[in-house]
């Protein structure tokens, strides 16, 4: 199973963005899938998470309101849609693949993708 993460950039301040997170090979469907964030200097940190059927969700407090996480499991894609975006939520992005209990524990993933980088300008 591979996970590619696409669709970071540069933007402003309380502009918006959408992250896409495309899986290939392995079940899809049959997996929650999550969202980590990490900005220079700082460990890696929980940001949104979807259960496998996509009924689920879960946000750190810091994007509670402004984040949304979804999933397609027709096009094995998992989003996160940013909107409000802040300074602090500058960072590079990963997307992963749940296998473990805890979704808002980074030892629960078991596969992550190569992470695509969000600026945010003030």
């Known amino acids: 199973v591979q996970l590619q993460a696409s669709g970071g950039g540069l933007v402003q301040a309380g502009g918006s963005l959408r992250l896409s997170c495309a899986a290939s090979?392995?079940?899809?469907?049959?997996?929650?899938m999550g969202w980590f964030r990490q900005a220079p200097g700082k460990e890696r940190e929980f940001v949104a998470a979807?259960?496998?059927?996509?009924?689920?969700?879960y946000y750190a407090d810091s994007v509670k309101g402004r984040f949304t996480i979804s999933r397609d499991n027709w096009k094995n894609t998992v989003y996160l849609q940013m909107f409000s975006l802040k300074p602090e939520d500058e960072a590079l992005y990963y997307c992963a693949r749940k296998q473990g209990y805890n979704f808002y524990d980074a030892r629960a993933y078991d596969i992550w993708g190569q992470g695509t980088l969000v600026t945010v300008s003030s």
């Open positions: 979807v259960t496998s059927s996509g009924e689920n969700t």
């Open positions: 090979g392995g079940t899809f469907g049959n997996y929650g």
